[in-house]
């Protein structure tokens, strides 16, 4: 039997750590059209609440009381549960994130490391769950029934399942330095600032950020969407709140990737020239690392152009599958024999 | 042993009961006025011309094999790499390695195929 104390912390930490995903989600959105408009010289929402902060609430509010079209012809059950399917794995992959390596302490009662749950099997949760968001876009993209959506879900699947690869090699090139599946041990592995994975795996680190971008369907890599060729990709004929959950899926699996990033590359929750944090700056430090990610994000989809879809493929086909390849090869032999 | 994947289960019930509330309160609160030009699936404002159940680019279908050839290496390779470490300190790093760089040639080499046939190139 469980005890109700064990009970309550799993309740607390799941209910503050989605909400959290859910905000960040929210925030992104309002946060990726201040820094449009300030990079192209513009303000930007600033009508709804200060600095426009509410104005994610309010696009919220509008979504729910908006029609919501099918397409004639549309496969109804498909058409409408995919946003669902598209955005459950990226929540569900937050999990398993380990926001600190100590035990966090709220007045004498002891909740555990801060992170939902704590897999010896992490790395590949996170793979497994991943790797099924791609069922929502091309399901989403074949059951409308239009040409535009079923071309973006195809190039969505396209994409994600070759980026995939590279993704896979590259974090494996991590898991061989800590020598576990587990992101609680990969981030205690790296708790001092010269043990980061990113001096030793400075090209894995490369080839996994930029296989994030592809990952998620972001620019430069957004081919799934495209607005000049498809005119929204796979969620053309989408409206209302059902097009509002694939954002939501989307901005989820961005804040699960930085995370991921963090966690397997920059130490996760460890503070530079800090032996022994408090668990307050642990997670203060790994929400700088992960908000930099996000961030990231956003910088590059306004200074780069897009790629074509040709190019994608080359790169990730011709260039990072070998290379990653390579790397996890050179990774292993290091490792093994000396 | 498997209460250790317990929270997982109140992550997903958060995560389906906030998608479903979503999904049917729109439904419930948005308005409903359809017409035969808003059910026509979106073709720049034209009719829209016959169905989009039509034939794919057979590139496609290699990709997606391509994938699955890929994909169950580094399943093999998940295990090696995990085990890296712990190899070494039984002394059989060496001959685990061999057969693992053998193993990764191997698959190299079927890339190489892949490419000199002009199967990854995309605008042909």
Redesign the interface.
């Known amino acids: 039997m469980i005890e109700w104390s064990v009970l309550l912390a799993w309740i607390v930490k799941a209910t503050v750590i989605y909400l959290g995903l859910v905000n960040v989600g929210a925030l992104m959105t309002l946060a990726e059209r201040k820094f449009s408009a300030w990079m192209q010289y513009r303000i930007g929402p600033n009508r709804v609440g200060p600095f426009g902060l509410l104005q994610p609430l309010a696009d919220g509010v509008k979504f729910i009381f908006k029609e919501e079209l099918m397409p004639a012809g549309a496969n109804k059950m498909l058409f409408r549960f995919a946003p669902v399917i598209a955005a459950l794995p990226s929540m569900m992959t937050i999990a398993v994130i380990p926001f600190t390596t100590k035990d966090v302490v709220l007045g004498g009662w002891n909740i555990g490391t801060f992170s939902i749950v704590n897999l010896d099997i992490g790395v590949l949760y996170i793979l497994a769950l991943g790797g099924l968001s791609v069922y929502g876009l091309i399901i989403g993209g074949w059951a409308s029934n239009s040409k535009y959506s079923l071309l973006g879900g195809l190039r969505a699947s396209a994409q994600m399942i070759s980026y995939e690869l590279t993704l896979i090699l590259t974090i494996l090139a991590v898991v061989v330095m800590a020598g576990s599946l587990d992101l609680q041990q990969i981030a205690l592995s790296q708790n001092k600032v010269t043990d980061w994975n990113i001096w030793y795996q400075p090209l894995a680190f490369l080839m996994f950020v930029v296989a994030t971008f592809a990952e998620t369907n972001r620019h430069p890599f957004d081919f799934a969407e495209c607005e000049p060729e498809l005119v929204a990709g796979f969620h053309t004929e989408y409206s209302s709140m059902k097009f509002a959950l694939f954002f939501i899926g989307e901005y989820s699996a961005m804040t699960v990737m930085a995370c991921l990033t963090t966690t397997l590359f920059l130490g996760g929750p460890s503070v530079p020239f800090l032996e022994d944090p408090h668990w307050a700056l642990q997670i203060a430090a790994f929400l700088a690392k992960a908000g930099f990610f996000l961030f990231l994000f956003i910088w590059v989809r306004w200074t780069l152009p897009r790629f074509r879809f040709d190019q994608l493929m080359a790169l990730g086909w011709k260039v990072f599958l070998p290379l990653a390849l390579l790397n996890l090869l050179a990774t292993g032999v290091v490792k093994s024999l000396v | 042993m498997l209460?250790?994947?317990?929270?997982?289960l109140?992550?997903?019930a958060?995560?389906?009961g906030?998608?479903?509330v979503?999904?049917f309160?729109?439904?419930l609160?948005?308005?409903?006025?359809?017409n035969v030009g808003?059910?026509?699936?979106?073709?720049?404002g034209m009719e829209?011309q016959g169905?989009?159940?039509?034939r794919?680019s057979i590139?496609?279908y290699l990709?997606?094999v391509?994938?699955i050839l890929?994909?169950v290496e580094?399943v093999f390779?998940?295990l090696?790499?995990?085990?890296?470490?712990?190899?070494?300190a039984a002394g059989l790093?060496?001959l685990?390695?061999a057969e693992?760089?053998a193993f990764?040639a191997v698959?190299?080499l079927a890339?190489a195929y892949v490419?000199r046939k002009g199967g990854?190139?995309?605008?042909r």
């Not at chain 2, 609160?29 to 359809?34: N, S």
């Not at chain 2, 808003?38 to 720049?44: G, I, V």
């Open positions: 209460t250790g994947y317990a929270p997982i109140v992550l997903l958060l995560a389906i906030f998608a479903l979503n999904l309160v729109s439904e609160m948005g308005r409903r006025r359809i808003k059910a026509d699936p979106y073709e720049c829209a169905s989009a159940r039509i794919l590139h496609f990709i997606a391509l994938f890929f994909d580094s390779l998940i090696w790499a995990v085990s890296a470490g712990d190899l070494k790093a060496p685990v390695l693992i760089v990764v698959l190299g890339l490419w990854l190139e995309w605008d």
